[in-house]
T-cell receptor
Framework: GDSVTQMEGPVTLSEEAFLTINCTYT??????LFWYVQYPGEGLQLLLK?????DKGSNKGFEATYRKETTSFHLEKGSVQVSDSAVYFC??????????????FGQGTILTVHP | DTEVTQTPKHLVMGMTNKKSLKCEQH?????MYWYKQKAKKPPELMFV???????INESVPSRFSPECPNSSLLNLHLHALQPEDSALYLC????????????FGEGSRLTVL
């Protein structure tokens, strides 16, 4: 079945540091890829998405590129802020595979940014 | 309106109680979902409703009973729960049943005593 693997956390950075959170996936067909963010005490919010190979999703200074050759969708931000502290989930949706109608999530990466 | 609204935000119940969680969306979405999330873990899918019909039940115990009264509302009825059922219950919706972008509510935090 489909699966998503995220880098182990937690990740602790100083403000204005560069952020990378690695995400790789296994899926049949042509999945769509997502990054969701969960701030403390809240539900999940879609951060960005990409629906086909070589697409780049971007939002709020975050970027991720859908790399089919490496089955990856790494999240990057050039300069993090304290307000970016949250849990980040990589996820895929595969309407053409066996996971029709479901999102498959990675384990989540806790990010803490210090002033 | 791009919100998914869940009530109540917090719920404490005993193992013999019957309670319900409610979810509402007015985006015209035709698929709605219940997820369960334990602390520091990813959400786990429980149920999917597509066009008001139950399309996926991820082998959830019968003490959880979903209901979709209409295309905007989703309920989760709770009865005879166990302490290990304590978790954050998230409702989500999407335009159609092929998932894609999900819109999540803020969740109902359930504690079973």
């Amino acid at each position: 079945g489909d699966s998503v693997t995220q880098m182990e956390g937690p990740v602790t950075l100083s403000e204005e540091a560069f952020l990378t959170i690695n995400c790789t996936y296994t899926a049949t067909g042509y999945p769509s890829l997502f990054w969701y963010v969960q701030y403390p005490g809240e539900g999940l919010q879609l951060l960005l998405k990409a629906t086909k190979a070589d697409d780049k999703g971007s939002n709020k200074g975050f970027e991720a590129t859908y790399r089919k050759e490496t089955t990856s969708f790494h999240l990057e931000k050039g300069s993090v802020q304290v307000s970016d502290s949250a849990v980040y989930f990589c996820a895929l949706s595969n309407a053409g595979g066996t996971s029709y109608g479901k999102l498959t999530f990675g384990q989540g990466t806790i990010l803490t940014v210090h002033p | 309106d791009t919100e998914v609204t869940q009530t109540p935000k917090h719920l404490v119940m005993g193992m013999t109680n019957k309670k319900s969680l409610k979810c509402e969306q007015h985006m015209g979405h035709r698929a709605m979902y219940w997820y369960k999330q334990k602390a520091k873990k990813p959400p786990e899918l429980m149920f999917v409703y597509s066009y008001e019909k139950l399309s996926i039940n991820e082998s959830v115990p019968s003490r959880f009973s979903p209901e979709c009264p209409n295309s905007s509302l989703l309920n989760l009825h709770l009865h005879a729960l166990q302490p290990e059922d304590s978790a954050l219950y998230l409702c989500a919706s999407s335009e159609g049943p092929s998932a894609g972008e999900l819109f999540f509510g803020e969740g109902s935090r359930l504690t079973v005593l």
